[in-house]
């Protein structure tokens, strides 16, 4: 079992920036796939980002390509969200998950998220 934890969130302005931090406790979450999503007022949750257990491989929805950028700190059990020139739109929960080796393509672990909202 693993544990997520999501903090950096805040009100920013748009063109701001902000790192989210995804802290996991419990056990490693090394040889994870680490994903990135949010929920917005009234809408479903959608994918943002995803990195490999290496990091070597990062994939991102085209609504962040170019401003946001995931990475990963596996000796601190970490992973960020980087955020720059943030827009109205990117307002929402955002969520960390994990998705463990060999289970299968779904994310299984979910931290309960941290509020983005950035003002125009």
């Known amino acids: 079992q693993v544990q997520l934890v999501e903090s950096g969130g805040g009100l920013v302005q748009a063109g701001a920036s902000l790192r989210l931090s995804c802290a996991a406790s419990g056990r490693t979450i090394s040889r994870d796939i680490m994903g990135w999503f949010r929920q917005a007022p009234g809408k479903e949750r959608e994918f943002v980002a995803s990195i490999s257990w290496s990091g070597k491989s990062t994939y991102y929805e085209d609504f962040v390509k170019g401003r946001f950028t995931i990475s990963r700190d596996n000796a601190k059990n970490t992973v960020y969200l980087q955020m720059n020139s943030l827009k109205p739109e990117d307002t929402a929960v955002y969520y960390c998950?994990?998705?463990?080796?060999?289970?299968?393509?779904?994310?299984?672990?979910w931290g309960q998220g941290t509020q983005v909202t950035v003002s125009s």
């Open positions: 998950a994990a998705d463990p080796p060999f289970t299968g393509p779904e994310y299984d672990y």
